[in-house]
């Protein structure tokens, strides 16, 4: 006996299921909520720009070579700014408890493409510390790296500042939760088709119809018991009457 699987067949499996896919679906998202809200640690992002430009003096005037060798040394610079030459010196002055190694790792350095501009950008769990260790860090860059490259073109473009009230980019509730929502209603759907697969009892005329390939002759309807107590008192009146019958042909 062959088995289709129909539209129509799988629309009956999440209807009888619904109440499932509802009920994990809601519990995901109070879960992904309580997570969200009061598990996960907020964290912070603050950010700082750096211009890379040599030095005009009256002789020279700006070319596109020289642009261009300020472009490709910025990649060099990225790669400096998170060296511990120069965050070892940002630990010391901002007397931090943690290892240019991890301090490295809330670094991150980007700039656009054929940009002379890079960002410094600074993630931490406290907003405060973030907005001092991305100022810092630029300002030891611009400090050190005449001694590193013996060259001095880095200028500090813009500071970070406490700007968009300290809201914090990470977590994201809205995001979360829908992610949880989405995770949700697929478990609930997955496991609605597994439980119908595992499900080998008979509840319908249909499924007989469908299993048996035979129709279905008749049906036995439920007949409930009545209760002894009612029974008894049924039959009460019944022998009150017979009893008065006896005594009357007995008189």
């Not at 603050?46 to 020279?60: D, F, G, H, P, R």
């Not at 002055?93 to 943690?98: D, E, G, H, S």
Request: charged residues 15%; hydrophobic residues 45%; without cysteine.
């Amino acid at each position: 006996m062959e088995e289709t699987i129909n539209l129509r067949n799988l629309f009956q499996v999440l209807r009888k299921r619904l109440w499932l896919i509802i009920l994990v679906t809601v519990t995901t998202a109070i879960v992904g909520s309580i997570v969200t809200f009061f598990v996960l640690t907020p964290v912070y992002e603050s950010k700082t720009q750096i211009l890379v430009n040599q030095a005009k003096s009256e002789q020279q005037l700006y070319n596109q070579q020289t642009v261009q060798t300020n472009v490709q040394l910025i990649s060099t610079y990225n790669d400096i700014i998170k060296s511990p030459a120069i965050l070892d010196k940002v630990i010391k002055k901002l007397q931090l408890n943690v290892s240019p190694q991890t301090l490295s790792s809330q670094i991150q350095v980007t700039n656009a493409q054929n940009s002379q501009v890079a960002q410094i950008t600074v993630q931490d769990t406290n907003a405060k510390r973030a907005i001092k260790i991305a100022n810092t860090t630029a300002s030891v860059f611009k400090d050190e790296v005449p001694k590193i490259m013996n060259v001095n073109n880095v200028s500090i473009l813009s500071k970070a500042t406490a700007g968009n009230g300290n809201a914090p980019v990470k977590p994201q509730p809205f995001i979360n939760i829908a992610i949880a929502l989405m995770i949700g209603l697929i478990i609930g759907i997955v496991l609605s088709f597994v439980l119908d697969l595992i499900d080998n009892t008979v509840k319908t005329e249909q499924d007989i119809e469908t299993i048996l390939e035979l129709p279905v002759m008749g049906t036995i309807t439920n007949i409930k018991e009545v209760p002894k107590t009612t029974n008894v008192a049924a039959r009460a009146p019944l022998n009150n009457r017979a009893s008065q019958r006896g005594e009357t042909y007995g008189s």
